[in-house]
Structure formats: C-alpha cells, structure tokens
C-alpha cells in the first residue's frame, strides 16, 4: 500500500476511535486519576488517555496549517498526552483534561519548531525570539508609525535583538506559505503565531476559572452521547475547533462527499438542539474538553 494512503488510513481510524471514545464525567475523570496517580492502574490510564485522544486529533488539525503530515502531528499528541498522565498530581486543583491539553499542544509546538522554523527561520536566539513576538514586534513598528531602519531598531532594543534581524526575520515570515499572521478560519480569528508558546504558567495555577466550562462540558457531554461516530466527528471539527475544518477536507477525511458531510452535519445539529433544550448554551458557545 502506498505510504499516502496508510497515513490517510491512519488518520481515519484514529479520528473515528477518538471520537468514539466516551466523553467522561468530571467524577469519572477523578476516579481514574485518582487510580492512576495512587495504585498505577494501567486499565485506568488506558482509559484516561483514550477519552481524551479526541483533544489530541482536534489540536492536530488546527496545526495542520503548517504543512506538516497531519498523522505526526496526531503522534506528537498522543506523546503529550502520555507526558500529561506521567506527571500530573492529582493533589492539584485543576482537571487532568486542562492539564492533558497543555502537555499536547506544548507537544505539537516543539514538534512545530522542531520540523518547521529550524529549516526556515535558522536556529539563531535571536530569530527565535522574533518569532515567538511577531505580531508584538510588527504592532510596536506599526506604533513608530514607520518601517524603516529607525523603528526597527527601536524595537529591536526591547527584544534583545538587532533590526537586522527583525528585517531578515519578517521578510522570511511575511512570504504568504510561511506567514505566521495567515489565519486559520473563515472569520480571520485564528492566527498561526497564536500556537505558539507563550511562556504563561501551567493551567493548574488558573484552575479557578475552569468552573464554568465545567458545567457546558457537562451539558455537551449528555448532548454528544445522542450521536453517531460520524455524527461525533463531523461536530466535533466543524464547530468545536478554533479553525472551522471545511465540509470539503473532513469529506476527504471520511471517505465522504461534500454534500453527504453537509447533511450528517445538519442531521447531528437537530438531535443536539433537541438534547441541549432551549435554556442550554448554543452550540457556537460550547467547547469540548
């Protein structure tokens, strides 16, 4: 078999068990880490990490914009996953699914940088700093009111750096295939540089502020479970990503025409507006784990 094709097949099969996988309870997920982190239940980390390889899938997809082979990405996930569940304290007050989603996209951004910026941007402290910044870096320049030498030395100071590499570095990103401002959705929300890591504390320090995703979890959770596999799956990356995956590409993911994803898609939006009820949040509004 072609090596295209077995990446395709990967991909398929490992959305379609991921989005399979039952949504878990917060007292469920508890239980599990609970039995993981104290008595190494191998039975319970096993289905700890399945449940949440869906965060895993959703994430790769939104890096895809990267052009690198979206079955690697789904790999590097998984790998952030299994660091997640290695090193998570389950003493914290924070869910291991807010944990799991900071270890998988740190997974992702190394990966990134690692297959990415070093061919392109050159492995230079400097380069790497801009990189990190841009959009910081061009908005500071576009504040100078000017593009020239005298702004980019002036902002290069705050960043360590000189305005020769800001010159060199923003011309190499502002290419179209590589520019780290191109977005991700239809709306312009998402840009590229906003993967990258931004140095902020872990998760379990800002915990508090989960309370409330907590609950719409927990209503989407009961609403999801009305659905098919496929159903599952086409919800999941058309409206529960930050970059809505078009009817086309999940289409060519499935094995299925545009117009049959486009109809699952309705058909799935009716059982959760039934199942959510009126006095639930829209869809648009809720976010998986």
Not at 27 to 34: A, G, I, K, V
Not at 203 to 217: F, G, N
Request: charged share 35%; aromatic share 6%; hydrophobic share 35%.
């Amino acid at each position: 078999m072609h090596a295209d094709q077995k990446s395709r097949d990967f991909v398929r099969d490992t959305i379609r068990r991921a989005m399979s996988a039952p949504i878990l309870t917060i007292e469920r997920e508890r239980t599990l880490t609970r039995a993981w982190c104290e008595d190494g239940d191998e039975k319970a980390l096993a289905e700890l990490t399945e449940s949440h390889m869906r965060m895993a899938v959703s994430t790769a997809i939104k890096f895809r914009g990267y052009g690198l082979p979206l079955a690697d990405l789904i790999q590097e996930g998984a790998i952030g996953l299994l660091e997640a569940a290695k090193r998570f304290d389950c003493e914290r007050e924070v869910r291991f699914c807010t944990y799991a989603g900071w270890w998988i996209r740190a997974s992702m951004q190394d990966y990134v940088l690692r297959n990415w910026s070093i061919v392109r941007i050159g492995s230079k402290s400097a380069h790497k700093t801009i990189f990190f910044n841009l959009s910081r870096i061009r908005a500071m320049i576009e504040e100078v009111d000017s593009s020239g030498p005298i702004a980019r030395e002036t902002v290069a100071k705050k960043f360590n750096v000189t305005g020769d590499d800001i010159e060199f570095m923003t011309a190499r990103l502002g290419r179209r295939d590589m520019s780290l401002n191109a977005t991700f959705n239809e709306e312009g929300e998402t840009e590229r540089q906003e993967m990258i890591p931004d140095e902020r504390d872990l998760p379990d320090q800002t915990a508090e502020e989960e309370i409330d995703l907590e609950k719409r979890r927990s209503w989407l959770g009961e609403a999801m479970g009305s659905l098919t596999d496929r159903e599952r799956i086409i919800i999941d990356q058309r409206f529960f990503g930050e970059d809505r995956v078009t009817l086309s590409q999940l289409g060519v993911d499935l094995g299925l025409s545009k117009e049959r994803v486009r109809q699952i898609e309705k058909q799935a939006i009716g059982k959760l507006r039934a199942s959510l009820g009126k006095s639930q949040p829209t869809l648009d509004s809720m976010k998986l784990c």
